[in-house]
């Protein structure tokens, strides 16, 4: 190496002598050059003698290739030594094209050895590619001659390549079109591949970048002789365009066997933005990047979708949604080819942001989003920059770093615009829909009376108002927005800038909700020291602004409104000390006038509120009527804490007046007043948040109780109180309820607070945790149960709550506490509905709700199964495993790469789970393959067994003979102290009980107090089954009524527990008539469940709760008469037996009963009652019990889910039984169906027509496009107390229950023969989803939705795609088999009947560079290709009146595509796959159209790598099916479809 290395260095000294008796051997400098060389003599002493140029060539190979094969140095670093030798000789002499010869050969010997070794793994020196790249090095040299010598070089080494890699065939043959290839495909030549795409990438880059940085500097122009002779600039070009042709298949021997596509020269000679406005292109250059720019253009046709305006539904879409095609890297290099109006219809953060915000979406969530934004965003522009060339002499061409504070300011810009946008839409609307022409007497603004309170008519709008107040309070609160900004946001919503309007213009652009809005931002303590105090000490720009934007008609209108009208004298007031000169004020605001004359209001309503306060006068705090309730809303706009501070003392007045709640003497509680939902909704954002701020540290303080202030002193607690207020509680969930966005921060801390709690029992278990704490507890899982699970529903961190309960449910021992978590745990599973609570599951690393109000990091979750399980209680182990079941089914795991699904499931309970057929006919695949693995059936204890155990141990006697011998009660407690026996005892008891004694209560109740209180529903399901088994031999008339004293005489066990233990999912109910006569007895025929049914139905509980006044008067009658006992005294109490050990610590009782806790278990039965297919015992348990689901937080999501699972079971192919489905679980008030649906539930027909479909499709569309519509229903909820707040997923799930409930009656005919067969077998099932697979395909909705969907006709202004995406967001909400799988299949019906695809292109030649550039060629505009509509925007076809059904069809599958999950994708193969194996296609438009089905979803597709391969390998074979079919198509020759369908693979690379 050495030698070498000193032989280099005396050629590059003796380039400076006399080297003219040396004639170039090849002359690599001369090629291209039509001048001499220019030679010149050198006086100096010779270092090295040359004896001629062929044995200097010979030496510098020989010396190379010794030393690479020496091995001392790998090869690229040898190769790397004698190119920078090469560089270094500074002459453009004979020695420097000696040294070009010499690399020329040296690198034809590389390739000869790379091609002998090509199958051997492990050569050392590395690949030929990396030595190629080598060679870009001599790019550097700025000397035309030897800068052209260099390419020249890199040309005949490109050549020499592609000759060995096509094994040295006959320059120009094409490969056989027969083999499904064409121009030479990749993939044909992979295993010899040379110089891999990256590599050509790299070396055209160069190249072209440094023939664009020598544009302006070294071209000269053309001889004013008019000289022929080209520049030395035009010969460096011409060389360059050579060797482009040599990579993309163009060149000589090259003709035909491309190294890259023309798609990737086209990124590559894209100069950027920076280059293209500088003007520093030739039109040499600028005509070959305009042609690229025109086929990357074309690409872009197929790579984007024809309409990307996806809305992002907020818990509807799935996750990937987010990330969406526009800005994902390599889709980005082609996005800015596209026009700015195809552009526009793509998805951004901004649409995203304004749709999360119109549907009420959680901050975090809004947060992620713009997270998710941001780093997908980051990644689209690294790509762009990476290949766009920025030279330095461009100026504003340096990149700025981004820093925390430009983020901050990018979020606080996306969120302003958002909020403006919604505040100006929901301000126009309630414009619309109020009178502010019509004018009322303004005497009546001066009567202060009730009557006198002007309320508008449509006050229900003001809801709207109110919710963006929330959130526009919560943005500024927290630094996410400042206030400034919205300032100024508002004031040019009224005065826009650059606009004509002038400050006493338009009064329709004026409106006195936009200083509400501001007002509502005062009582922020910052703002209000901040830039109010600033702007008033000031010159007053902010106030005069507000002024500015006073309407003074609407005061004094039919519609005016106290709340909104008085909005300007309330901030005057509110600020009335920072005023600088009162009494000059009006003078430097002239437009004051107009707002004086009602200033006097204010101040009555001031004084009246303080004198009813004094005078402790509920009335006004209570606000029972709407004057009442606006009058002290109104105050509390300009009163700063006054109306909370108020109504915290009206809520827990200092008098002492105890009150006792139904637990005992030992749950007191301060009695105060109850304030009404309406006062609550109206009344500032800041006083709500104040307000529940007093509440939670004063009432709800986990480690002390509650809290009082009296006198001034110190706050403390209250000898005699212990609880808190019910009315209280109330308060909080309203609260929470009305304004989640201010009050969120309160709600993490609550979490956080039961995560420590709940770490805290693997420490030391409930007796670690102190009397308030454990009432704390229990009055929190109360308020989430049985008030919360709406807004935990939708709640961003709503799959990892259970981590909040995970320790708590297996080591908390007080039972009525226990009962309690339970039932939440039951309820908080059953919300679950996306994936992310099976990540949850394998999320180990979860430590708690961020308390981080903005802007939270995202966590990167780690799967990895627990090493415990999660649930020590059997229902609620069961029960999550049907809601992964159901999440599995609903959502996929297509967004969950590298989620294990039997992790999830073997992760839930110590042992498998069994199931019966019956339940596992309804799981989907993956789901049901994990239990039929890993389940084995459970055994029945024999009756003989337990009567064996009894004999062998007397001292069971006990358990009914009090006088037993001493010792026996001290024996059963430790036999059944061993959890093998535990199952055993209540079956022993049972077998006692059934000889006719009563039980001793005492020894009963000492054993059982002993198990666990997590075991309780696995040894009640034991006794079930026993029970179950003894039926037919004992009779139902003996087994039912010792059943009924054990559940509600002794209360031995739980009624949950039985019902849970009879419909587990173990046994299969088909047919099982001993347990479904259980069943009805159990739930219909109990005469103590009856009565109190009856009880529960008398008092006539409503479901608007929140409305209810009366609801605790219910309460504590219910519980009077049935109370609730939870350590198996309740026999003792009513027989006035001391208990001993006495009960637990009394919680206190708020909202929850035995009704409460059984509800989530009935829902869990009402799926197992569906698959036993016993039709009429179904209808008489809803009818009887349906009235409990008044209780249920969601019964329209829980219908939709049972709908979902449960859509093709024969039971609910009845009409009856769908009508006491519905009747059941619907609160018909409180939803907002169709006429039609309507008509059926009450007992009507019910028809499906055009008309119906269009209606429905009209109300999904509305909604995704953010109208706000009069409400169907006057008597409906108002939107924040309703199951679903978000408007787009409400109007979805009520469209998916009418549909599927349609469905299942077009089955009905059916039905009856599919009740006969009951299929137990995988093959049996999956035959049956066949069979159900083809019903779907057929049925007439889905194919008259389709039709309307397709006809622009049926889509009216201003956006049809609107009503494409409808479609598609609704095929994959409902069961992909109704609508999805047939929309996608009827992809094969537009491809072959379509006649515009049938199309067949001309074919044209081939694009060459240098053929491209000649004068006759030059800028010849490229003809568009056949059938460009098709792939056009679809709202620009509809502009131009091109509207066309492939384009239409195209938006709506890639809409189902957005939407879909991975079940599409593998539709969507099949499809192709079968349009390949027809052999119908013969149209290369055909195979474009098939392109742009797929190119959107490429980014998608690169976590799924066998289906990957397998669409694009259908669409080689395509193009090799349609090839045929073209004439005139040979080697030389292409079509756009043919070359597009090759560029769509080249594109992988950058989507991957």
Same mark, same amino acid.
């Given at each position: 190496?050495?030698?070498?290395?000193?032989?280099?260095?005396?050629?590059?000294?003796?380039?400076?002598?006399?080297?003219?008796?040396?004639?170039?051997?090849?002359?690599?400098?001369?090629?291209?050059?039509?001048?001499?060389?220019?030679?010149?003599?050198?006086?100096?002493?010779? $270092?090295?003698?040359?004896?001629?140029?062929?044995?200097?060539?010979?030496?510098?190979?020989?010396?190379?290739?010794?030393?690479?094969?020496?091995?001392?140095?790998?090869?690229?670093?040898?190769?790397?030594?004698?190119?920078?030798?090469?560089?270094?000789?500074?002459?453009?002499?004979?020695?420097?094209?000696?040294?070009?010869?010499?690399?020329?050969?040296?690198?034809?010997?590389?390739?000869?050895?790379?091609?002998?070794?090509?199958?051997?793994?492990?050569?050392?020196?590395?690949?030929?590619?990396?030595?190629?790249?080598?060679?870009?090095?001599?790019?550097?040299?700025?000397?035309?001659?030897?800068?052209?010598?260099?390419?020249?070089?890199?040309?005949?080494?490109?050549?020499?390549?592609?000759?060995?890699?096509?094994?040295?065939?006959?320059?120009?043959?094409?490969?056989?079109?027969?083999?499904?290839?064409?121009?030479?495909?990749?993939?044909?030549?992979?295993?010899?591949?040379?110089?891999?795409?990256?590599?050509?990438?790299?070396?055209?880059?160069?190249?072209?970048?440094?023939?664009?940085?020598?544009?302006?500097?070294?071209?000269?122009?053309?001889?004013?002789?008019?000289?022929?002779?080209?520049?030395?600039?035009?010969?460096? #070009?011409?060389?360059?365009?050579?060797?482009?042709?040599?990579?993309?298949?163009?060149?000589?021997?090259?003709?035909?066997?491309?190294?890259?596509?023309?798609?990737?020269?086209?990124?590559?000679?894209?100069? &950027?933005?920076?280059?293209?406005?500088?003007?520093?292109?030739?039109?040499?250059?600028?005509?070959?990047?305009?042609?690229?720019?025109?086929?990357?253009?074309?690409?872009?046709?197929?790579?984007?979708?024809?309409?990307?305006?996806?809305?992002?539904?907020?818990?509807?879409?799935?996750?990937?949604?987010?990330?969406?095609?526009?800005?994902?890297?390599?889709?980005?290099?082609?996005?800015?080819?596209?026009?700015?109006?195809?552009?526009?219809?793509?998805?951004?953060?901004?649409?995203?942001?304004?749709?999360?915000?119109?549907?009420?979406?959680?901050?975090?969530?809004?947060?992620?989003?713009?997270?998710?934004?941001?780093?997908?965003?980051?990644?689209?522009?690294?790509?762009?920059?990476?290949?766009?060339?920025?030279?330095?002499?461009?100026?504003?061409?340096?990149?700025?770093?981004?820093?925390?504070?430009?983020?901050?300011?990018?979020?606080?810009?996306?969120?302003?615009?958002?909020?403006?946008?919604?505040?100006?839409?929901?301000?126009?609307?309630?414009?619309?829909?109020?009178?502010?022409?019509?004018?009322?007497?303004?005497?009546?603004?001066?009567?202060?009376?009730?009557?006198?309170?002007?309320?508008?008519?449509?006050?229900?709008?003001?809801?709207?108002?109110?919710?963006?107040?929330?959130?526009?309070?919560?943005?500024?609160?927290?630094?996410?927005?400042?206030?400034?900004?919205?300032?100024?946001?508002?004031?040019?919503?009224?005065?826009?800038?650059?606009?004509?309007?002038?400050?006493?213009?338009?009064?329709?652009?004026?409106?006195?909700?936009?200083?509400?809005?501001?007002?509502?931002?005062?009582?922020?303590? !910052?703002?209000?020291?901040?830039?109010?105090?600033?702007?008033?000490?000031?010159?007053?720009?902010?106030?005069?602004?507000?002024?500015?934007?006073?309407?003074?008609?609407?005061?004094?209108?039919?519609?005016?409104?106290?709340?909104?009208?008085?909005?300007?004298?309330?901030?005057?007031?509110?600020?009335?000390? !920072?005023?600088?000169?009162?009494?000059?004020?009006?003078?430097?605001?002239?437009?004051?006038?107009?707002?004086?004359?009602?200033?006097?209001? $204010?101040?009555?309503?001031?004084?009246?509120?303080?004198?009813?306060?004094?005078?402790?006068?509920?009335?006004?705090?209570?606000?029972?009527?709407?004057?009442?309730?606006? !009058?002290?809303?109104?105050?509390?706009?300009?009163?700063?804490?006054?109306?909370?501070?108020?109504?915290?003392?009206?809520?827990?007045?200092?008098?002492?007046?105890?009150?006792?709640?139904?637990?005992?003497?030992?749950?007191?509680?301060?009695?105060?007043?109850?304030?009404?939902?309406?006062?609550?909704?109206?009344?500032?954002?800041?006083?709500?948040?104040?307000?529940?701020?007093?509440?939670?540290?004063?009432?709800?303080?986990?480690?002390?109780?509650?809290?009082?202030?009296?006198?001034?002193?110190?706050?403390?607690?209250?000898?005699?109180?212990?609880?808190?207020?019910?009315?209280?509680?109330?308060?909080?969930?309203? =609260?929470?309820?009305?304004?989640?966005?201010?009050?969120?921060?309160?709600?993490?801390?609550?979490?956080?607070?039961?995560?420590?709690?709940?770490?805290?029992?693997?420490?030391?278990?409930?007796?670690?945790?102190?009397?308030?704490?454990?009432?704390?507890?229990?009055?929190?899982?109360?308020?989430?149960?049985?008030?919360?699970?709406?807004?935990?529903?939708?709640?961003?961190?709503?799959?990892?709550?259970?981590? /909040?309960?995970?320790?708590?449910?297996?080591?908390?021992?007080?039972?009525?506490?226990?009962?309690?978590?339970?039932?939440?745990?039951?309820?908080?599973?059953?919300?679950?509905?996306?994936?992310?609570?099976?990540?949850?599951?394998?999320?180990?690393?979860?430590?708690?709700?961020?308390?981080?109000?903005?802007?939270?990091?995202?966590?990167?979750?780690?799967?990895?199964?627990?090493?415990?399980?999660?649930?020590?209680?059997?229902?609620?182990?069961?029960?999550?495993?049907?809601?992964?079941?159901?999440?599995?089914?609903?959502?996929?795991?297509?967004?969950?790469?590298?989620? $294990?699904?039997?992790?999830?499931?073997?992760?839930?309970?110590?042992?498998?789970?069994?199931?019966?057929?019956? $339940?596992?006919?309804?799981?989907?695949?993956?789901?049901?393959?994990?239990?039929?693995?890993?389940?084995?059936?459970?055994?029945?204890?024999?009756?003989?067994?337990?009567?064996?155990?009894?004999?062998?141990?007397?001292?069971?006697?006990?358990?009914?003979?009090?006088?037993?011998?001493? &010792?026996?009660?001290?024996?059963?407690?430790?036999?059944?102290?061993?959890?093998?026996?535990?199952?055993?005892?209540?079956?022993?008891?049972?077998?006692?009980? =059934?000889?006719?004694?009563?039980?001793?209560?005492?020894?009963?109740?000492?054993?059982?107090?002993?198990?666990?209180?997590?075991?309780?529903?696995?040894?009640?399901?034991?006794?079930?089954?026993?029970?179950?088994?003894?039926?037919?031999?004992?009779?139902?008339?003996?087994?039912?009524?010792?059943? *009924?004293?054990?559940?509600?005489?002794?209360?031995?066990?739980?009624?949950?527990?039985?019902?849970?233990?009879?419909?587990?999912?173990?046994?299969?109910?088909?047919? *099982?008539?001993?347990?479904?006569?259980?069943?009805?007895?159990?739930?219909?025929?109990?005469?103590?469940?009856?009565?109190?049914?009856?009880?529960?139905?008398?008092?006539? #509980?409503?479901?608007?709760?929140?409305?209810?006044?009366?609801?605790?008067?219910?309460?504590?009658?219910?519980?009077?008469?049935?109370?609730?006992?939870?350590?198996?005294?309740?026999?003792?109490?009513?027989?006035?037996?001391?208990?001993?050990?006495?009960?637990?610590?009394?919680?206190?009782?708020?909202?929850?009963?035995?009704?409460?806790?059984?509800?989530?278990?009935?829902?869990?039965?009402?799926?197992?009652?569906?698959?036993?297919?016993?039709?009429?015992?179904?209808?008489?348990?809803?009818?009887?019990?349906?009235?409990?689901?008044?209780?249920?937080?969601?019964?329209?999501?829980?219908?939709?889910?049972?709908?979902?699972?449960?859509?093709?079971?024969?039971?609910?192919?009845?009409?009856?039984?769908?009508?006491?489905?519905?009747?059941?679980?619907?609160?018909?008030?409180?939803?907002? #169906?169709?006429?039609? #649906?309507?008509?059926?539930?009450?007992?009507?027909?019910?028809?499906?027509?055009?008309?119906?479909?269009?209606?429905?499709?009209?109300?999904?569309?509305?909604?995704?496009?953010?109208?706000?519509?009069?409400?169907?229903? *006057?008597?409906?909820?108002?939107? /924040?107390?309703?199951?679903?707040?978000?408007?787009?997923? =409400?109007?979805?799930?009520?469209?998916?229950?009418?549909?599927?409930?349609?469905?299942?009656?077009?089955?009905?005919?059916?039905?009856?023969?599919?009740?006969?067969?009951?299929?137990?077998?995988?093959?049996?099932?999956?035959?049956?989803?066949?069979?159900?697979?083809?019903?779907?395909?057929?049925?007439?909705?889905?194919?008259?939705?389709?039709?309307?969907?397709?006809?622009?006709?049926?889509?009216?202004?201003?956006?049809?795609?609107?009503?494409?995406?409808?479609?598609?967001?609704?095929?994959?909400?409902?069961?992909?088999?109704?609508?999805?799988?047939?929309?996608?299949?009827?992809?094969?019906?537009?491809?072959?009947?379509?006649?515009?695809?049938?199309?067949?292109?001309?074919?044209?030649?081939?694009?060459?560079?240098?053929?491209?550039?000649?004068?006759?060629?030059?800028?010849?505009?490229?003809?568009?290709?056949?059938?460009?509509?098709?792939?056009?925007?679809?709202?620009?076809?509809?502009?131009?009146?091109?509207?066309?059904?492939?384009?239409?069809?195209?938006?709506?599958?890639?809409?189902?595509?957005?939407?879909?999950?991975?079940?599409?994708?593998?539709?969507?193969?099949?499809?192709?796959? &079968?349009?390949?194996?027809?052999?119908?296609?013969?149209?290369?438009?055909?195979?474009?159209?098939?392109?742009?089905?797929?190119?959107?979803?490429?980014?998608?597709?690169?976590?799924?790598?066998?289906?990957?391969?397998?669409?694009?390998?259908?669409?080689?074979?395509?193009?090799?099916?349609?090839?045929?079919?073209?004439?005139?198509?040979?080697?030389?020759?292409?079509?756009?479809?043919?070359?597009?369908?090759?560029?769509?693979?080249?594109?992988?690379?950058?989507?991957?």
């Amino acid at each position: 190496m050495d030698k070498l290395v000193q032989y280099l260095l005396d050629v590059i000294q003796s380039s400076y002598q006399d080297l003219e008796y040396l004639v170039p051997c090849g002359s690599f400098l001369g090629l291209f050059d039509e001048r001499p060389i220019k030679r010149t003599r050198t006086d100096g002493p010779r $270092v090295f003698e040359f004896d001629d140029s062929e044995s200097t060539c010979n030496s510098i190979r020989h010396l190379t290739l010794t030393a690479i094969a020496s091995g001392t140095m790998p090869a690229v670093d040898v190769l790397r030594v004698v190119v920078d030798a090469v560089r270094n000789i500074h002459d453009a002499s004979a020695v420097l094209d000696i040294g070009f010869r010499s690399l020329f050969e040296i690198y034809q010997k590389r390739l000869s050895f790379h091609c002998a070794n090509r199958y051997t793994t492990g050569v050392v020196g590395g690949t030929f590619g990396e030595e190629y790249l080598i060679l870009t090095k001599l790019f550097e040299l700025h000397r035309p001659r030897t800068w052209v010598a260099a390419v020249r070089l890199v040309s005949m080494v490109t050549k020499s390549a592609i000759g060995i890699m096509y094994g040295g065939t006959t320059p120009g043959e094409a490969p056989s079109l027969s083999t499904g290839t064409h121009a030479a495909s990749l993939s044909e030549i992979s295993g010899i591949n040379f110089l891999p795409e990256a590599v050509c990438r790299e070396t055209i880059r160069v190249v072209w970048r440094l023939l664009l940085d020598s544009a302006a500097t070294e071209r000269q122009p053309a001889s004013v002789l008019g000289s022929a002779r080209r520049t030395r600039w035009q010969i460096r #070009f011409d060389a360059t365009l050579e060797l482009f042709d040599c990579f993309v298949g163009r060149s000589g021997q090259c003709l035909g066997r491309p190294l890259v596509s023309y798609y990737t020269v086209a990124r590559e000679l894209d100069p &950027g933005a920076a280059v293209a406005e500088s003007g520093l292109l030739t039109d040499e250059m600028q005509a070959i990047v305009d042609l690229c720019f025109a086929r990357k253009r074309r690409l872009g046709r197929i790579l984007l979708p024809p309409d990307g305006s996806w809305p992002l539904i907020s818990h509807a879409s799935r996750a990937h949604t987010v990330k969406h095609v526009y800005d994902q890297p390599a889709y980005a290099l082609v996005r800015d080819s596209l026009t700015f109006e195809e552009t526009e219809r793509g998805p951004s953060a901004n649409k995203y942001v304004a749709d999360l915000l119109y549907q009420r979406a959680p901050t975090d969530e809004i947060f992620a989003a713009i997270r998710n934004h941001r780093i997908t965003k980051k990644k689209a522009m690294a790509a762009v920059a990476n290949d766009s060339y920025v030279p330095n002499r461009v100026p504003g061409s340096v990149a700025v770093e981004e820093s925390v504070d430009a983020e901050k300011h990018e979020v606080a810009q996306l969120l302003l615009e958002a909020m403006a946008q919604r505040i100006e839409q929901t301000v126009r609307y309630i414009q619309r829909q109020c009178d502010f022409e019509t004018l009322l007497n303004e005497r009546k603004l001066n009567d202060n009376s009730d009557a006198s309170m002007i309320v508008p008519r449509n006050i229900q709008y003001w809801e709207h108002m109110n919710e963006i107040a929330d959130q526009l309070y919560y943005f500024v609160l927290f630094d996410a927005i400042p206030y400034k900004a919205v300032h100024e946001r508002l004031y040019s919503l009224v005065f826009p800038k650059d606009s004509d309007i002038q400050a006493g213009g338009s009064m329709r652009r004026r409106d006195n909700s936009y200083i509400w809005l501001l007002l509502q931002l005062f009582h922020i303590e !910052k703002v209000a020291a901040g830039p109010i105090r600033a702007d008033l000490a000031g010159d007053e720009d902010m106030l005069d602004q507000l002024m500015q934007m006073y309407n003074e008609q609407q005061i004094v209108s039919k519609d005016a409104f106290y709340v909104r009208d008085l909005a300007l004298q309330a901030a005057m007031s509110h600020q009335q000390e !920072k005023i600088s000169d009162n009494q000059g004020v009006k003078f430097r605001h002239p437009r004051m006038a107009v707002a004086m004359p009602f200033a006097a209001v $204010v101040f009555r309503l001031r004084q009246e509120f303080g004198r009813w306060f004094r005078e402790e006068r509920p009335e006004l705090l209570a606000g029972d009527t709407v004057c009442r309730a606006m !009058k002290t809303a109104a105050v509390s706009q300009f009163r700063q804490y006054a109306v909370p501070n108020a109504l915290y003392t009206f809520l827990v007045p200092p008098r002492e007046a105890i009150g006792q709640l139904p637990s005992g003497p030992l749950t007191t509680y301060q009695q105060g007043g109850r304030i009404s939902t309406l006062l609550l909704d109206n009344i500032n954002v800041g006083g709500k948040h104040r307000l529940l701020q007093l509440v939670y540290k004063m009432m709800l303080a986990h480690e002390m109780g509650p809290q009082f202030q009296v006198d001034g002193r110190p706050p403390a607690a209250r000898d005699g109180i212990t609880c808190v207020s019910p009315h209280v509680v109330d308060t909080v969930y309203r =609260l929470l309820y009305n304004a989640p966005y201010s009050n969120e921060l309160m709600m993490k801390e609550v979490l956080e607070k039961l995560r420590r709690c709940d770490e805290a029992m693997v420490r030391g278990g409930v007796a670690r945790l102190a009397a308030p704490t454990l009432r704390w507890l229990y009055t929190v899982y109360q308020l989430m149960n049985c008030r919360l699970l709406r807004f935990f529903k939708y709640y961003a961190h709503a799959s990892h709550l259970v981590h /909040h309960l995970r320790h708590s449910l297996v080591h908390v021992t007080h039972r009525q506490l226990y009962g309690s978590l339970e039932c939440f745990a039951l309820c908080l599973v059953n919300l679950q509905h996306d994936v992310g609570f099976l990540q949850a599951l394998l999320d180990p690393g979860y430590h708690g709700v961020s308390l981080e109000p903005v802007r939270p990091e995202a966590r990167p979750v780690r799967y990895s199964k627990p090493a415990v399980a999660w649930f020590a209680c059997a229902m609620l182990a069961r029960n999550a495993a049907v809601v992964i079941a159901r999440i599995v089914a609903m959502r996929g795991l297509g967004d969950a790469p590298g989620l $294990v699904l039997e992790d999830c499931l073997a992760s839930l309970a110590l042992q498998s789970l069994a199931w019966a057929p019956a $339940v596992l006919r309804f799981l989907p695949r993956p789901v049901r393959a994990y239990y039929a693995r890993a389940s084995s059936a459970e055994s029945v204890v024999a009756a003989a067994d337990v009567r064996r155990l009894i004999d062998a141990r007397p001292e069971h006697r006990a358990l009914v003979d009090a006088g037993a011998a001493p &010792g026996s009660e001290a024996a059963l407690v430790a036999l059944y102290a061993d959890a093998r026996h535990r199952p055993l005892f209540l079956l022993t008891l049972w077998e006692l009980l =059934l000889e006719g004694p009563r039980p001793v209560i005492p020894v009963v109740r000492r054993v059982l107090l002993a198990f666990p209180p997590s075991q309780m529903s696995a040894c009640t399901a034991a006794l079930v089954d026993y029970i179950a088994a003894a039926v037919d031999d004992v009779g139902l008339g003996t087994v039912g009524p010792l059943l *009924d004293s054990l559940m509600f005489t002794f209360r031995f066990v739980q009624h949950e527990h039985v019902v849970f233990g009879l419909v587990r999912g173990v046994h299969d109910l088909r047919g *099982d008539t001993a347990r479904l006569a259980l069943v009805r007895h159990v739930l219909l025929g109990s005469v103590e469940f009856v009565a109190r049914l009856a009880e529960w139905q008398r008092l006539d #509980f409503q479901g608007r709760y929140w409305a209810d006044v009366d609801h605790w008067r219910k309460q504590e009658a219910y519980l009077a008469r049935f109370p609730e006992y939870f350590e198996y005294e309740a026999q003792l109490v009513k027989d006035g037996v001391p208990v001993d050990p006495p009960p637990a610590l009394p919680l206190p009782i708020y909202y929850e009963t035995a009704m409460v806790r059984l509800l989530p278990v009935l829902e869990f039965a009402l799926g197992r009652l569906i698959e036993a297919e016993d039709r009429l015992l179904l209808c008489d348990v809803l009818d009887r019990l349906g009235i409990l689901y008044r209780l249920h937080q969601v019964p329209l999501t829980t219908l939709m889910n049972t709908l979902f699972v449960f859509f093709d079971a024969p039971a609910l192919h009845d009409p009856t039984v769908m009508r006491s489905l519905a009747l059941s679980l619907l609160d018909m008030t409180q939803q907002s #169906f169709t006429p039609e #649906f309507t008509r059926f539930v009450a007992g009507g027909d019910w028809s499906v027509d055009a008309g119906y479909v269009c209606r429905m499709l009209a109300r999904i569309s509305r909604a995704i496009a953010r109208h706000l519509r009069r409400p169907e229903k *006057d008597a409906l909820p108002e939107s /924040h107390y309703r199951e679903i707040p978000n408007p787009i997923l =409400l109007v979805l799930t009520e469209c998916v229950v009418e549909l599927l409930t349609w469905w299942c009656l077009h089955q009905a005919p059916a039905s009856e023969a599919r009740l006969l067969a009951r299929p137990e077998s995988e093959a049996e099932f999956r035959a049956e989803e066949a069979a159900r697979t083809k019903r779907a395909a057929a049925w007439p909705v889905a194919r008259l939705w389709l039709d309307i969907a397709m006809d622009p006709a049926a889509h009216p202004p201003p956006s049809g795609a609107t009503y494409i995406h409808s479609t598609g967001l609704l095929a994959n909400v409902l069961p992909d088999e109704l609508m999805a799988f047939p929309f996608v299949q009827h992809l094969t019906n537009i491809v072959l009947e379509e006649p515009v695809l049938k199309t067949i292109s001309r074919p044209k030649r081939y694009f060459s560079f240098v053929e491209f550039a000649l004068p006759a060629t030059f800028a010849q505009p490229s003809p568009l290709f056949a059938a460009t509509a098709v792939f056009n925007s679809y709202e620009q076809n509809r502009a131009r009146h091109m509207v066309n059904r492939p384009n239409t069809y195209l938006t709506l599958l890639h809409s189902i595509l957005h939407y879909g999950g991975i079940g599409t994708f593998n539709t969507l193969a099949e499809v192709i796959r &079968g349009l390949v194996a027809s052999g119908q296609l013969c149209s290369d438009i055909q195979l474009l159209y098939l392109c742009a089905t797929v190119g959107p979803i490429l980014y998608r597709l690169k976590d799924h790598e066998s289906l990957y391969v397998q669409i694009l390998g259908d669409l080689v074979s395509a193009m090799a099916q349609v090839c045929p079919h073209i004439e005139s198509l040979d080697i030389d020759t292409s079509t756009d479809a043919v070359e597009q369908t090759s560029l769509i693979q080249d594109a992988r690379h950058g989507v991957a």
